[in-house]
């Protein structure tokens, strides 16, 4: 990040956003995204999500402690989606959902913004899917 870099963190509950320098056209999209995601966020089995866009991001997580391990894993899903985007000689992978012992992820790209929400393992995310693309 550069010295002109202005950055504000702003924390209420368990959602954090941090605001770098707004990027016109990206506030209407990414509202939107956030909008859904907190209607989804209230949904049975949903435990979290993050939001990032190009010059900002949302975190939604109940566990303040588990928040930088959720960001790395969203990072990481970002970085695999590229690398098997690029094996599958496919212009670029728009969602990917992992499933573990007791927690299930989708990630999804829409345009630059990226979203991660965290579920139980036994949490549906086919409705999620549907209400993010819609």
């Not at 202005?6 to 056209?25: C, F, R, Y």
């Not at 989804?40 to 939001?51: A, N, S």
């Not at 391990?69 to 959902?97: D, F, N, P």
């Amino acid at each position: 990040m550069n010295q002109d870099t202005s950055q504000n963190l702003v924390e209420t509950g368990s959602i954090s956003v941090v605001d770098i320098t707004p990027v016109a056209g990206e506030d209407s999209v990414f509202a939107s995204l956030g909008a859904s995601l907190a209607e989804i966020r209230k949904l049975e089995g949903v435990t979290g999500y993050i939001l990032k866009g190009s010059t900002t991001a949302v975190v939604d997580c109940p566990e303040i402690e588990k928040v930088s391990l959720y960001a790395l894993l969203s990072y990481q899903l970002y970085e695999s989606s590229l690398e098997i985007a690029k094996q599958l000689s496919v212009a670029q992978v728009e969602s990917v959902l992992v499933e573990g012992r007791d927690l299930k992820v989708l990630f999804i790209r829409i345009g630059e913004n990226s979203i991660s929400v965290f579920m139980e393992k036994g949490a549906s995310h086919s409705w999620i899917i549907k209400r993010i693309l819609i």
